[in-house]
């Protein structure tokens, strides 16, 4: 699970927000992102297709509304958000298109969208350091920057920013073991991530708007 002030970040990417304006977090897992909007002045929502998740993301957001629910069929009306977030979930849809179709629908013609998607061309997964996937469920579909640009852009959104989701670096720790090979390997690992351009970055983080 990662810490809260990642959430923050990704937060920060929305520049100011108006106070009562309406977010939902589909596939909101723990429910900190909620948090972090709620304590921002937002009104929140989620919802996510684990009873477990919806369970604990109450509990750490307990203002916010969450169900239980498919992301392919979201319980909301038309135009309803100011801001709609998907972080890491809508990769793992059963049917991608719905689910995209479904984000686009809820929000309003001026919602901002924050949407994080998997990389194939993550340079680790290249160069078999790790296993390729995010491993977060069996089911994933990866592509690159300009397929997932297309595939959104298809859909109705329009990407206004991009950033790199540069946290694993963060879980690399140089002096975790005292051997010196793997010391130094760490530092190896920590220095490609400094340079690493966004084509080679392991997910992208994507705000968005629908087109005119």
Known sequence: MRPKW?????????????????????????????????????KTFGLDISDEAVKIAKVNSPTSTIVSGSGENLPYDNNFFDFVCCLGSLEHFADLEKGINELVRVGKPEAKYLIILPNENYLFWKLNVVKKGTCQREFEVLKNDSQWRKFLSDHGLEVTKVRQDKYPSKEIRIFEFLNPYKIIRRLIYKMIWLFMPLNSTYQFVYVLRKKT
Do not use: R, S
């Open 6 to 42: 990642v959430y923050g970040d990704w937060f920060k990417l929305f520049g100011q927000v108006p106070p009562e304006a309406k977010l939902v977090d589909v596939g909101c897992g723990t429910g900190l992102f909620l948090q972090v909007a709620t304590e921002h002045g937002l």
